[in-house]
């Protein structure tokens, strides 16, 4: 059984940043992809930013130029730097890792 523990959430005011992390119980090489995900209060859940293995890197189109996802799988952990923070990416941070295994999330509250 393979646990993922996000961390770094908090609030913050509107421009500001928050480095998420995401610790894996075992090592991260075995998988190909990882992401994290967000749930904005009431809405559903949607993709932020995914990178494979190899190192191929995704991003929503509300987030480009402003969030950086990475890996180091020496370290079996996923991180997403957020800069330029706006109120409307207050949600709650989910990391995930195929095949289908899931934090429990981490909340990110942003104020105007």
């Known amino acids: 059984q393979v646990q993922l523990v996000e961390s770094g959430g908090g609030l913050v005011p509107a421009g500001g940043s928050l480095r998420l992390s995401c610790a894996a119980s075992r090592s991260t090489f075995g998988f190909y992809i990882m992401a994290w995900y967000r749930q904005p209060p009431g809405k559903q859940r949607e993709l932020v930013a995914s990178i494979t293995s190899g190192g191929n890197i995704n991003y929503s189109d509300s987030v480009k130029g402003r969030f950086t996802i990475s890996r180091d799988d020496a370290k079996n952990t996923l991180y997403l730097q957020m800069n330029s923070l706006k109120p409307e990416d207050t949600a709650v941070y989910l990391c995930?890792?195929?095949?289908?295994?899931w934090g429990q999330g981490t909340q990110v509250t942003v104020s105007s």
């Open positions: 995930y890792a195929s095949d289908g295994y």
